[in-house]
């Protein structure tokens, strides 16, 4: 990432007083700006952040009783009442270390993951510009945070970026030709004219005209469609490949319907778990 145009930096605080409204935190922190508004804004964002990072578990002193609780904040249970607090503590550190740790929205986390992802995503034809528009997050933030100027990002950012991948690739990305070739030439040994698959790729000639090294992302998927299309009808495609192509057509569409009934969040965490241990 090289190419990373330089990063504008943050504006002073009187043009970003003039670029966010008030109640807003941004104006609260970048446009210094301390009416009431500004400052509920700051307060209920801390406030947020704060519950987000509280544990459930809790330890409540009887003082009538002299002994101690360990009850759920949340939902009212109580696991324990004992006469010694240090047990008392004991106990609520254990039932909380059992649970998953928490993961705020708002916590600030290194962006060492986020620069992988971004490296990876233009190896495979993602560029800034597309994560940008498929995230939400500015390309300014983006290009701050892979020149360094950014070290620290929100969690809720970087589950955004990191959520991104190959299947957002914009149509006209150019990938590597060979897998697509190798799909071509599988036709055309079965006989398949290059004419024919030329106009069925939507050519106005036929003539199959695609260049060896790269090709764009939407040819790409038209071979694709069009081969697994020819070897559900034809029987030497079905006996020669047919078993590989069902069983990375099945294979995507269980990994389609297990994506699809994920929350997002754990579609983000996976993926950066496998980048740190790449």
Known sequence: MSNVRPSAPLPDHKAAAQRY?????????????????????????????????????RVHHVANGSFWIV???????????AASRARAFRCRDRLNAS????????QLIDTKAVIRHCVWLKTVGV???????????????????????IRKT?????????????SDRPGAA???????????????????????IAQQLGARRPALQLR?????VTTARKVR????????????????????VAGEQSTRERVATTLRSMPMDEIARGLARLLQTK
């Open 174 to 196: 150019f990938i590597d030709a060979a897998e697509t070739w190798r799909l071509l030439e599988d036709l055309i040994a079965l006989g398949y004219r290059r004419g024919w």
């Open 154 to 166: 929100r969690r809720g950012t970087a589950d955004k970026i990191l959520a991104i991948g190959p």
């Open 127 to 149: 560029g800034l510009r597309t994560v940008s528009v498929r995230s939400g997050v500015s390309r300014g933030v983006l290009c701050r945070i892979l020149s360094g100027d």
């Open 99 to 106: 649970l998953e740790p928490p993961r705020p929205a708002n």
């Open 225 to 244: 469609r069009l081969y697994l299309e020819i070897s559900r009808r034809d029987a030497r495609l079905q006996k020669r490949f047919g078993n590989k």
């Open 21 to 57: 409204a008030h109640g807003t935190r941004a104006r609260y922190q970048l446009g210094r700006c301390r009416c009431f508004s500004c400052r509920v804004a700051n307060a209920n964002y801390e406030t947020q952040r704060q519950a987000e990072r509280r544990r459930p578990w």
């Open 71 to 81: 009850r759920n904040r949340e939902t009212g249970e109580i696991a324990l009442r």
């Open 212 to 216: 060896r090294d790269r090709i764009t």
